[in-house]
């Protein structure tokens, strides 16, 4: 079985700094892509950020500049450091990893940013 089990989420501050973690149970060197999701109350599950085994790297344009995704193969683990957050940005967060055959989820983080 694979587990994925997020971390670091919470209440802050609009322009605070917030670390998400990601700690998969298996090895994550096999996963095409690792990914944060997020879905705010009565809003689809978007695409935050992503990182591939080829380092190449995706951000959704409302958090370029702002956010950041680690991918550690050697730690399983990917982590989102998100900077200058703002009231937009609160909703729970979901680690998602990505195989050919398989795809995982996270059980979720809840990100809350008051203005």
């Known amino acids: 079985q694979v587990q994925l089990v997020e971390s670091g989420g919470g209440l802050v501050q609009a322009g605070g700094s917030l670390r998400l973690s990601c700690a998969a149970s298996v090895s994550i060197s096999s996963f095409n892509a690792m990914a944060w999701y997020r879905q705010a109350p009565g809003k689809q599950r978007e695409l935050v950020a992503s990182k591939t085994n080829g380092d190449n790297t995706y951000y959704k344009d409302s958090v370029k500049g702002r956010f950041t995704i680690f991918r550690d193969n050697a730690k399983n683990t990917v982590d989102l450091q998100m900077n200058s957050l703002k009231p937009e940005d609160t909703a729970v967060y979901y680690c998602?990893?990505?195989?050919?055959?398989?795809?995982?989820w996270g059980q979720g983080t809840q990100v809350t940013v008051s203005s």
């Open positions: 998602n990893a990505d195989h050919p055959v398989y795809e995982y």
